[in-house]
């Protein structure tokens, strides 16, 4: 981890570190980035059934058991991958001030013991797991036991540089083979297309699963760009050819050059939004550990005071509890 300040003013974290944004175009964005992945896949998914149609002669049987099996996939393949994305919570790090400055702070850390609670339940329930070494979750698990929040920060560092990034290492690798096997043998471009989608939404989420955290939802739209990125380049090398065209007297040479330069560069794209969805991570993880550093001068702290003092009167005015002195 790269050297910081052992103190720094809130205005010092905002300038160096906390970029402001506004939260609620970046949720339309990502919502579009969603919405078009999923037409993608579905567009995608439906050219093949059509296809399947036309080669069993029109036969309506066909339909009835090819669209069931296409709505599985797509359900599979890409609605839970984004569920489950989303159902992991990123650390606040952006758009602080001395009115949420506490609250970011009190959230960061129930977060961080979250995921060291689970990282300590895997480790504890799953048989033979590789993913964590037992000595750094021993650490993890008494620091969790004693309350030492400085001490749980360094464990899920040590953790986070270490095993976690090797595990991370083995998953991106994985699956840029399999991406690349399987779109060099694909007789079609919605099949790779569909693949490229499929596969790296997937690897996104057992990058962030492994984590036990997500980008905020700047940088999970920009990830989510990659993959829609990565999916026209699939459909565009499918339908290139290149290699089959200046090859084409040469029996099998052409075709086999073509299939094998679509691999690669599919592969090399898939690992490519791995490591950024790591860098994404490791970043979002070092801003919160720099947010704990932050102090409030006068002014600040009374900002931070007053609005957690609002936030309570409207908490329990709105529960109709009495305000206790």
């Not at 399947?52 to 058991?65: G, P, Q, R």
């Not at 309570?312 to 109709?320: A, D, F, R, T, Y």
Request: aromatic share 10%.
């Amino acid at each position: 981890m790269e050297k910081k300040e052992d103190k720094m003013t809130l205005e010092e974290y905002q300038k160096k570190y906390s970029k402001p944004y506004n939260e609620k175009a970046v949720k339309s964005f990502l919502f579009i980035a969603i919405a078009v992945g999923a037409l993608i896949v579905i567009f995608c998914l439906f050219s093949l059934v059509i296809q399947l149609y036309n080669t069993c002669d029109k036969n309506v049987i066909c339909l009835y058991v090819s669209i069931p099996i296409a709505v599985l996939i797509f359900i599979f393949l890409y609605v839970l991958p984004v569920v489950k994305i989303h159902k992991l919570r990123p650390f606040m790090t952006n758009n602080i001030s001395s009115s949420n400055v506490r609250q970011a702070k009190k959230y960061n850390r129930e977060l961080r013991e979250k995921i060291a609670d689970q990282i300590i339940d895997m480790q504890a329930k799953v048989g033979n797991c590789d993913w964590y070494n037992e000595e750094a979750v021993g650490k993890l698990a008494i620091a969790r036991h004693t309350h030492d929040d400085e001490a749980l920060r360094k464990s899920l560092l040590y953790l986070y540089k270490n095993d976690i990034k090797k595990a991370a290492n083995v998953m991106i690798g994985k699956k840029a083979f399999q991406v690349g096997l399987f779109t060099a043998l694909s007789p079609s471009d919605k099949l790779d297309t569909a693949i490229v989608v499929a596969y790296n939404m997937n690897l996104m989420k057992d990058i962030m699963f492994l984590y036990g955290f997500r980008p905020n939802d700047r940088e999970l739209t920009k990830a989510y760009y990659r993959i829609l990125s990565s999916a026209l380049m699939a459909y565009g090398l499918s339908n290139f050819n290149l290699a089959g065209k200046l090859l084409e007297k040469v029996p099998f040479v052409g075709a086999a050059v073509d299939a094998l330069s679509q691999g690669v560069a599919n592969a090399s794209f898939t690992a490519y939004i791995g490591f950024q969805t790591k860098r994404y991570l490791m970043k979002d993880f070092k801003l919160q550990d720099y947010l704990e550093e932050v102090v409030l001068d006068d002014d600040e702290q009374i900002d931070s005071i007053m609005a957690d003092v609002k936030d309570e009167l409207i908490k329990q005015i709105k529960n109709k509890k009495p305000i206790t002195k």
